[in-house]
């Protein structure tokens, strides 16, 4: 956040010299005396809605991009100088990108709905390039940390049943780079898919269904094995499958509710409670 600008009046003024344009030459597109543009500038002549309007067009730019100028804002899109609208089109018209931008999005979405405010969970997001720690969020919850990957629908998958109301999908779950991985009887593969075990709790964002911010949820343990036969049998033991089946409402093995599945994550790594033996 830069210095915040008091007056939508200095905004303009910003705006106009970046453009080299003159006060007269922006008069002349708004229909008006010189003298009001210079008015509004010195902040000595409010604008209203309308206007506001007339001085976005005018000045070849968003209404957003005078409100970002007046509160200091320094927002990618005027980085880019691309108008939202461009940018708008340009999410829609490419599927790959539009993808990235929901799947990036929806990691800001969930901890906005479900991580801020709490007292009881902390949170951080490992480095992406660090090939040796895999999840969106590790959390602190009651001491124990937990970890989080979140994923998005893939949208050519996605239907809805009228008749019963009910949206289905897949998830794809896997990894954006290989890396080896070794098992549990000492081969070694070179894959994308993660492993049984490899993080606690997968949460789903079903933006998909309807374009709306639902997320589901679902233990690690409790997700599809994978079933590619180029794998053995051991292998796929311990391999998830790429793709996830998901539901709204949502079924087994997937909630709605982060306060269940974050305690049964808690749960999970719990040491089992000791039966302790009374002889005779």
């Not at 344009?21 to 409010?46: C, D, F």
Request: charged share 30%; hydrophobic share 35%.
């Amino acid at each position: 956040m830069g210095e915040t600008i008091r007056t939508i009046g200095e905004a303009v003024r910003i705006i106009r010299t970046g453009s080299e344009m003159t006060q007269e030459t922006l008069a002349a597109k708004l229909g008006q005396p010189q003298s009001l543009v210079s008015k509004i500038e010195a902040g000595e002549r409010s604008v209203s809605v309308d206007e506001l309007w007339a001085l976005a067009r005018a000045l070849d730019c968003e209404v957003g991009t005078l409100l970002n100028h007046m509160t200091g804002l320094n927002s990618i899109l005027d980085r880019l100088e691309i108008s939202e609208s461009e940018f708008t089109e340009l999410v829609d018209s490419n599927p790959s990108l539009r993808g990235m931008v929901l799947g990036y999005a929806a990691e800001v979405k969930f901890r906005r709905l479900f991580l801020s405010g709490r007292d009881d969970t902390i949170s951080w997001k490992d480095d992406d390039h660090d090939r040796e720690k895999k999840g969106d969020r590790r959390l602190k919850y009651k001491g124990q940390e937990i970890v989080v990957e979140v994923k998005s629908l893939q949208t050519k998958t996605v239907k809805f049943d009228q008749d019963r109301g009910i949206w289905t999908g897949k998830s794809q779950v896997d990894g954006s780079d290989r890396r080896l991985v070794e098992f549990s009887d000492g081969t070694k593969r070179d894959t994308t898919l993660l492993l049984r075990g490899e993080f606690d709790i997968l949460a789903v964002n079903c933006f998909a269904f309807g374009d709306a911010w639902r997320f589901v949820f679902a233990l690690n343990k409790d997700l599809k094995l994978s079933t590619y036969k180029k794998y053995t049998s051991a292998q796929r033991s311990e391999l998830l499958a790429s793709m996830q089946d998901v539901s709204w409402p949502p079924k087994h093995p997937f909630t709605s509710d982060w306060d269940e599945i974050l305690e049964r994550a808690y749960k999970e790594h719990q040491p089992p409670p000791r039966s302790d033996v009374i002889g005779d």
